[in-house]
């Protein structure tokens, strides 16, 4: 697996053209799955897993991994299936997100594929699986699915969405009564955290699932306005979104003129030491990583009042 990962350079050349890596893999069976390669640290053979009391049931162990201790969490059992058996032949994806570094146990890995976010596209209605699908795609005329990775490490360990008192005592929105905020994340269980922390601006609050379904939206507010910051205060938009990601709805609205003067905050479980020059290269305003819920209101209010 040595060299799974590209170059810092020519991942940033994704930033802005709709682009994105998946590192595919399986976890029993057939079915094939993707994750974001920007998310992934490393990929290695499964080391041995250390048994901790009171572990949730979804935690296989910990493994002992250059010097830090590693949560494995096997990604079979936390979406509904059976659990991964044979530890020798698996694999563990160490991948971060929401600032910490958590291990996902799979049953193989195969290898990386380039493709657009406007093959990536939301996942089918109805079924159990879907509600830990945040996207699916195309590989080889094969379906691969794309996991609401946030869903599951909410279920282990909830994250706190309140902002806490003293923060939301120096909130301050004045001059921008009557305007929204705009959220866009393809993961329910995000939107939904996203939107209880900023509720204390007082704002109201409008949301969209993926990055095309927000341009659209801001582009019908501004036809109805003249101009879409009569009536938006910010846009606070994930990164990674089937049909356009959030890299290039930014690049997308700094593009356009009667969009251009939208404050832009990416907030984003890729929190890795590539993305101050990504949101430098299209334009955004600010960049937080995933979640802190002081941060995000503190941030978005100081958009909200910037000239």
């Known amino acids: 697996m040595s060299g799974i ?27 094939r799955f993707g994750i974001n390669v920007f998310k992934v ?6 080391p041995p897993l250390t048994s901790i009391p009171k572990l949730n049931t979804l935690v296989r162990g910990v493994a002992h991994i250059r010097g830090q201790t590693i949560s494995v969490i096997d990604l079979s059992m936390a979406t509904g299936g059976k659990r991964i058996e044979n530890l020798e032949t698996a694999f563990i994806v160490i991948a971060e997100y929401n600032r910490s570094v958590q291990g996902f146990l799979v049953g193989a890995v195969e290898r990386i594929v380039n493709t657009n976010w406007d093959a990536i596209m939301p996942p089918p209605q109805g079924t159990g699986r879907a509600s830990y699908l945040t996207a699916v795609t195309e590989v ?16 282990i360990s909830p994250l706190n969405t309140d902002v806490s008192d003293d923060v939301a005592a120096g909130l301050d929105t ?28 007082g704002l109201e609050i409008e949301m969209a699932k993926n990055g095309q ?5 801001l582009k019908e507010i501004a036809a109805e306005t ?9 846009l606070v938009s994930d990164i990674e979104m089937p049909e356009m990601d959030g890299y290039t709805l930014t690049a997308e609205i700094k593009n356009t003129p009667e969009l251009q003067d939208l404050h832009v905050v990416l907030h984003t479980s890729l929190s890795g030491v590539f993305n101050q020059a990504m949101v430098q290269k299209v334009g955004a305003d600010d960049f937080i990583a995933k979640f802190h819920p002081d941060e995000l209101a503190t941030a978005v209010q100081k958009w909200l009042t910037a000239d």
């Open 5 to 31: 990962l590209d170059s810092v350079n020519q991942r940033t050349q994704l930033v802005g053209q709709n682009r994105l890596e998946l590192l595919l893999f399986r976890l029993n069976g057939r079915q």
């Open 41 to 46: 640290r490393e990929v290695l053979q499964c």
């Open 140 to 155: 080889e005329n094969e379906l691969v699915e794309i996991l609401d990775v946030e869903k599951i490490l909410n279920e």
């Open 174 to 201: 004045k001059g921008s009564e009557g305007k929204i905020i705009f959220i866009a994340d393809d993961s329910a269980v995000a939107r939904n955290q996203v939107k209880k922390a900023l509720t204390t601006l």
């Open 213 to 217: 379904e927000a341009l659209d939206r």
């Open 226 to 234: 003249g101009k879409v910051t009569d009536k938006v205060g910010v």
